[in-house]
């Protein structure tokens, strides 16, 4: 395989793959009654997942800007799954926490994931293929390193 041929098959290997992964999880979740959108659900994700969730370091893991998590965050707190409060050591720091309302969307966003990956282990038997699977870390390396 050339270079060229090598690229746009791994282009449009990961666009389609993130795509379909994106669309697949919007339906599900939808199936399920969650009614936000798959961006606002990932600010969710970002928030359980990240160990102190001030708006800097979600912004980070986000790989967003504070602007654009603050607007996400505004509409989160209206729709009443996120709330903040002042960190109690630096007044200037706000801590994001969920509330109560952002359970179930998790516990089903959650479910979608572990389905998700179970049945691409049980089927495509990835859990046998050791080249692959470092080839996704590598690729996860690099990304993480790179951008």
Known sequence: MNKKHAHDVLNDLLVNIFNQILSIEAESLRK???TLSM???HVLEAILKTSEPSMGS?????????????????????KGFVSRTKDAKDNRKVILHLT???NPVMKVH??????????????L???QNEALIKSLESLSTYFREKY
């Open 32 to 34: 399920q009654g969650v």
């Open 39 to 41: 961006s606002e659900v």
């Open 58 to 78: 979600v912004a980070k893991r986000l790989r967003v800007t504070i602007g654009t998590l603050t607007t996400a965050i505004n509409t989160l707190v209206k």
């Open 100 to 102: 109560e309302k952002a």
């Open 110 to 123: 959650d479910a979608f994931h572990e389905e998700m990956i179970s049945r691409v282990i049980e089927d």
């Open 125 to 127: 038997h990835i859990d």
